[in-house]
């Protein structure tokens, strides 16, 4: 079974959203849905930290026609409710405000040409491209569904073996196409470089999922070498054992 979660696809060093806002959505309102792809546009956000509290929930394109207009890429899972959770705020905390939305040429569902608020020309537009758009952490009720999370909750979780060993921490959640998986940062000695993996997302692969003890299981363990199990760690040798006489 396939473990979901609710967001936008979460770059490294970023925060991830969410389900259904307050405001102006209302009770009704449709939860941001993690999907992405490999093209520019569509694909994952660009690297940007989220102001303090905050959570992404749509990135915007290159600008469209000459009055200001630019492509959108909605990550709610109604997409066109994503005005609807507006007031934005920027990266670098400007707020932002989407005046109109309609849906982008080409059929794509989560893609629209939308105005904001000031913006009048191509020039102010080109200057918007790339910005991500967030809302407050707050706004976003608790989820019922036992398999589906908040990314903002995910990344930074603590990442343990089926023994209970830490291991390493989850660093980021990607979706390249066949799933989501998510990267894990191995914990290491001092002087150890080991690489980030990753893993699946599934409750094959992550059993437990504990989002109030900052944790959660991941098994086999990934950092372990192919074909060993728990058990088959090389025991410590003792002094002198193995050297010559």
């Given amino acids: 079974m396939t473990r979901r979660f609710r967001a ?39 690297p940007s930290r989220a102001p303090e509290g905050h959570v992404v929930v749509a990135e915007i394109g290159r600008a469209h026609g000459v009055r200001g207009e630019v492509r959108l890429k909605s990550w709610t899972a109604d997409p066109a409710s994503v005005r609807d959770y507006g ?28 105005q904001v608020e000031g913006v009048s020309d191509r020039s102010a537009a080109e200057a918007l491209a790339r910005q991500r758009l967030f809302v407050p952490r707050d706004r976003l009720p ?29 660093i980021a959640v990607h979706d390249f196409g066949a ?4 990267e894990i940062r191995p914990v290491t000695g ?17 059993p437990v999922v504990d989002i109030a003890g900052r944790r959660l299981v991941v098994t ?4 372990l070498p192919e074909g060993k ?11 002198g054992d193995g050297g010559a006489s």
């Fill in 179 to 182: 799933g989501d998986v998510i």
């Fill in 220 to 223: 086999p363990d990934p950092f």
């Fill in 8 to 46: 936008p696809p979460a770059s490294r060093a970023s925060d991830r959203p969410a389900s259904a806002p307050g405001g102006s959505a209302g009770a009704g309102a449709a939860a941001p849905q993690a999907r992405a792809d490999n093209t520019r546009e569509r694909g994952r956000p660009a």
């Fill in 229 to 239: 199990g728990p058990g088959d760690e090389e025991p410590d040798r003792p002094a």
């Fill in 87 to 114: 007031p934005f705020v920027t990266a670098d905390g400007r707020p932002l405000r989407l005046t109109s939305l309609r849906p982008a040429p080409g059929g794509e569902a989560d893609m629209f040409i939308v």
């Fill in 190 to 206: 001092d002087g150890e470089k080991r690489g980030s993996v990753m893993v699946a997302f599934t409750r094959g692969f992550v």
């Fill in 142 to 170: 608790q989820l019922d569904d036992e398999d589906e999370f908040y990314l903002a909750d995910l990344v930074g979780l603590a990442v343990e073996n089926g023994e209970g060993r830490r291991v390493g921490d989850v």
